[in-house]
């Protein structure tokens, strides 16, 4: 059987073998008014500028942490390759100072009572981290 042909612009459902363009959801003559596909321009701008300032703002957030732990670990390393000849006690501040010869060396001696080098004030935590209290 040869197959009649329908012209294009015909909206016939070959399924039910009926013309249903009265029932579709957009115009299929050619008065029908144009379709024209919605600007996401603006919406996907606004999405990618949302989401970048959502980045930078976690990214300085992490970088800030970051200079943080930093700081804190040159701290504690200074301060445990000072001299000292005591144990320190947990919730005490110490003081850091520099000797004649440029060497760090942790006191209980604060910096109003004597006239070295001081560099800073450090308290032990309960993990034995040294924390700067200046």
Known sequence: MKKKKIPDLVAF????????????PY?????????????TSTWRNDGIQRVNNQFK????????QYEELIQHFNYNDLVYNSKFSFEPTIG??????????EESFLSIISPDQCSFNYIGSFRLNTEKMWIKVD
């Open 13 to 24: 459902n070959e399924e039910t073998q009926e013309y249903d363009g009265a029932l579709r």
């Open 27 to 39: 115009g299929s003559s050619v008065g029908s008014p144009v379709i024209k596909p919605l600007d």
């Open 57 to 64: 703002s976690k990214f300085e957030e992490i970088r800030s």
């Open 92 to 101: 005490e501040t110490y003081h850091l100072y520099k000797n004649k010869k």
